[in-house]
């Protein structure tokens, strides 16, 4: 007996869906297919068994939906993950219709599996725009993390495809979701800058200032200058590069406004040092007060602000060290005391 969902079972939730896109004239259609799946895919046992018939389905739309009941079913129950790449990564092997293999490409992520690479790679050839922008934008689940690694490598070419939704989404995540570094992952971000694709060349410029890479300042700076105003993600780039050139152009925005205030913070010397300074009074005083936590102040590479980490707590998320001094309205001593009543334990100096 199928285990029942919210408002039904998984069989009942994916009829209707199918039923939803079959008929579907817009993105409201589609949103509401996606919807039903998302609930069908709760019972993760439940979607897996159902997604797995589907794949074998002689009906283009049922395999569709198939592979995105398992990407839906994975991305909520890891314990389907690893049997819902398998089947996709079998289905790819004798797949021809694009319907499907966009779904494919978009549901393999979801597995987390890094199985779902060469199934990607392969698929970034496909003659369909729609199958190659899909791909673009799935390899972020999946990412092998080297830099020279067969997903870098496949983003690096998508970037220069003939179709400029697929150089946005491919540039877009070799830019800002890949945490890879390289001269052939700058040089293919900078070939971008001067896209006739708006997005793609922001998306660009985006990721080069994600890399600290100093050519994209004045390029950011345009784009702050936007009389539309920028991205988020723009206001996010400029407080990674944290630049004072860029800091004009971002006290034109309300300072209240999202991420303004972090990027004008990064951005300002005066601002910034005075940061550093409480930054660095705040590891003092709890190296004081709790010695044996071993804290540490970090600034990852991809990402903007300082982390405090407790040494001898290696399995804590750490601290945000701008959000922990606003919580102590500015004051590092009262910092620390927050960090010390987080972590129970007797004072003394650690060996």
Do not use: K
């Not at 002689?58 to 395999?63: Q, S, V, Y």
């Not at 491919?170 to 570094?181: I, K, M, N, S, V």
């Not at 960090?339 to 129970?344: F, L, Y």
């Amino acid at each position: 007996m199928e285990a029942g969902t919210e408002a039904g079972t998984v069989a009942e939730l994916v009829g209707q869906a199918l039923a939803a896109v079959r008929v579907a004239r817009g993105s409201d259609d589609r949103d509401e297919y996606g919807a039903l799946l998302r609930r069908a895919a709760a019972d993760g046992p439940g979607a897996l068994r159902l997604g797995l018939e589907l794949l074998g389905s002689h009906d283009p739309a049922e395999r569709a939906a198939g592979c995105d009941l398992l990407g839906h079913a994975s991305d909520r129950n890891a314990e389907v993950r690893a049997e819902a790449a398998a089947a996709l990564v079998t289905l790819a092997e004798r797949e021809s219709e694009g319907c499907v293999l966009w779904s494919l490409a978009g549901a393999i992520e979801m597995t987390y599996d890094r199985r779902a690479v060469p199934v990607l790679v392969a698929l970034a050839g496909h003659p369909d725009a729609e199958v190659r922008r899909r791909v673009a934008g799935s390899f972020a689940g999946v990412a092998t993390g080297l830099a020279d690694g067969p997903d870098i490598r496949t983003l690096v070419t998508l970037t220069r495809d003939r179709d400029p939704e697929v150089r946005n989404w491919a540039t877009f995540t070799l830019g800002f979701q890949a945490e890879a570094d390289s001269p052939a992952i700058r040089a293919a971000l900078w070939d971008r800058v001067d896209d006739e694709n708006a997005d793609a060349r922001e998306e660009g410029i985006r990721g080069l200032a994600r890399r600290r890479d100093r050519r994209a300042v004045p390029l950011l700076a345009q784009l702050l200058g936007d009389p539309g105003g920028a991205h988020v993600l723009t206001f996010q780039a400029a407080q990674i590069i944290g630049s004072p050139e860029l800091l004009p152009a971002l006290l034109e925005y309300e300072p209240g406004g999202a991420w303004v205030a972090e990027a004008v913070n990064a951005c300002d010397p005066v601002r910034r040092a005075r940061f550093d300074a409480a930054a660095w009074a705040l590891l003092c005083a709890l190296d004081r007060l709790r010695p044996e936590l071993r804290a540490c102040v970090s600034m990852e590479r991809f990402d903007p602000g300082l982390s405090l980490r407790l040494g001898a707590d290696p399995g804590s998320p750490g601290y945000d060290v701008e959000a922990l001094l606003a919580r102590a309205d500015g004051d590092p001593e009262r910092a620390a005391g927050l960090v010390a009543s987080d972590r129970p334990g007797t004072p003394g100096r650690g060996s």
